[in-house]
């Protein structure tokens, strides 16, 4: 079965610092990755996708992410966090030889980030 | 930059009533999605559509129904409310030409409680 998973609940950081947000997943052949954050009471907003290519993917307001084929894991990487950074990340996963356009959900971490 | 536009951000409703949500897109997006989400489940899929009068049942549709009479509008009906479907509610939108990497992109969220 295909399935995402977040294993931390909450990430606490001090501004300033390097982050990560851990994803790893399951599926039965080549994965689209994707990232979300979602700001308090509002929507998700894209962040960044990994199609193929460079396993290092770049994406909005400075976030980054690894592909690691041999761990299965899609890592969200920061190199300093902002305070404007507190949001609950989601990180999910499509099979690319599905023929539907579902997304698999991680259970979201929750980033917070210490003046 | 994509809009998608749910109707209502706070809903009030009382168990056995009929509830509409709406969702609006306007970008030409051919798939539109339903999507609840309860603290540490993420986000569960509700229906999605993939063009006009088409629609496809997702992970939890019991109590729920979609109407989808225009390209732009993608409706959720809660036959009969009940306390357990009070919840966050996202509607999402996403293009279909150009493959199954395509991002969702996402309305800011009804929150619906049910009395």
């Known amino acids: 079965a295909q399935s995402v998973a977040q294993p931390e609940d909450q990430v606490n950081v001090a501004e300033g610092n390097p982050l990560t947000v851990k994803c790893t997943y399951s599926?039965?052949?080549?994965?689209?990755l994707f990232w979300y954050v979602q700001y308090p009471n509002r929507g998700l907003q894209f962040l960044l996708k990994?199609?193929?290519?460079d396993n290092l993917v770049k994406g909005s307001y400075g976030f980054e992410a690894e592909f690691n084929k041999s761990q299965t894991s899609f890592h969200l990487k920061k190199p300093s966090a902002l305070v404007s950074d507190s949001a609950l990340y989601f990180c999910?996963?499509?099979?690319?030889?599905?023929?539907?356009?579902?997304?698999?959900w991680g259970a979201g971490t929750k980033l917070i980030i210490k003046p | 930059d994509v809009k998608v536009t749910q109707s209502s951000r706070y809903l009030v409703k009382r168990t056995g009533e009929k509830v509409f949500l709406e969702c609006v897109q306007d970008?030409?997006?051919?798939?539109m999605f339903w999507y609840r989400q309860d603290p540490g489940l993420g986000l569960r899929l509700i229906y999605f559509?993939?063009?006009?009068?088409?629609?496809e049942k997702g992970d939890i549709p019991e109590g729920y129904s979609v109407s989808r009479e225009k390209k732009e509008r993608f409706s959720l009906i809660l036959e009969s409310a009940s306390t357990n479907q009070t919840s966050m509610y996202l509607c999402?939108?996403?293009?279909?030409?150009?493959?199954?990497?395509?991002?969702?992109?996402f309305g800011d969220g009804t929150r619906l409680s049910i009395l």
């Open positions: 990994y199609i193929t290519g």
């Open positions: 559509s993939y063009d006009v009068k088409m629609k």
């Open positions: 599926v039965s052949g080549n994965p689209y």
């Open positions: 970008m030409d997006h051919e798939n």
């Open positions: 999402a939108s996403s293009l279909a030409t150009g493959g199954s990497n395509q991002p969702q992109h």
């Open positions: 999910a996963v499509r099979d690319r030889g599905d023929s539907n356009y579902q997304l698999i």
